[in-house]
């Protein structure tokens, strides 16, 4: 069942009874309902958790102005108030980086993060838009090419997440997938464990292999920090393989 937080601005299912153990934050364009089976109680033990719905996803109201993860965060930070304790940020995809700057912004409210195959590095790339649209692009700026025509040859060249988007929604994920978090991941003090499927095709494995050892790079004051390869599992984690999700979550918690 839904519930309201932070004074309504927020919604999502809480899981348990207060206080907040467990915050959980779902990949792009995903909802609340991805960790359902993550939270389910089959063994008699629920814990206190919240399944946000992101604001623009859900039953969160849309965004006003496009927004980096750090201004997801910065709106979802009141939920944290309501824990007697600090919490374990739970994030899936982009809700990876939203609760990267979560921990940055609020480091004392954090236990731990469960980072789920999460893009919080840019894939190192040195392939180039084809010259087809690197011309379109020209042509466009030259105001030789119209909004509509240059927008259609956009599309075609576009991810599947970036069609699918509009208006200030597109705009934001223009902005957090030109995001990485080197200093933040840098800078964590709390424990961390990567949860990756084996055949993630949208995050690869080499980011949570790099995630994890920039990590340990801090040196003595490194935190803990683990990667659990889930066997023939994809990027969808939190929905394909929720029980060995549980397993990590239940440990971070414990």
Not at 122 to 141: D, Q
Not at 149 to 173: C, I, K, M, P, Q
Request: hydrophobic share 45%; glycine share 8%; proline share 6%.
């Amino acid at each position: 069942m839904l519930s309201s937080f932070a004074g309504g601005t927020l919604f999502g299912e809480r899981h348990g009874e207060a206080p907040l153990q467990v915050l959980a934050l779902h990949g792009w364009a995903r909802t609340h309902q991805d960790f359902e089976g993550v939270f389910a109680d089959d063994k008699g033990h629920t814990l206190r958790a919240i399944a946000l719905d992101l604001p623009g996803f859900g039953a969160t109201p849309g965004l006003e102005r496009a927004m980096s993860s750090r201004d997801f965060a910065e709106m979802i930070a009141p939920i944290l108030d309501e824990a007697s304790q600090p919490v374990v940020l739970v994030g899936h995809s982009h809700g990876g980086r939203v609760a990267v700057e979560l921990a940055s912004l609020r480091p004392e409210q954090v236990a731990g993060i469960v980072l789920v195959a999460a893009p919080v590095l840019r894939l190192s790339s040195s392939t180039k838009p084809s010259w087809r649209y690197r011309l379109a692009r020209k042509a466009h700026a030259w105001h030789l090419l119209s909004d509509e025509r240059f927008e259609a040859r956009r599309a075609r060249s576009g991810s599947r997440d970036y069609n699918a988007a509009h208006g200030v929604l597109r705009d934001t994920l223009v902005t957090i997938i030109n995001e990485s978090f080197e200093d933040e991941l840098r800078a964590l003090r709390c424990p961390v464990a990567l949860v990756w499927g084996e055949r993630d095709g949208d995050v690869p494995l080499s980011i949570a292999e790099r995630a994890r050892d920039l990590i340990r790079s801090a040196g003595p004051v490194a935190p803990a920090v683990s990667l659990v390869v889930l066997e023939g599992v994809g990027h969808l984690v939190p929905t394909s393989a929720p029980s060995a999700l549980r397993t990590v979550i239940d440990g971070m918690v414990r």
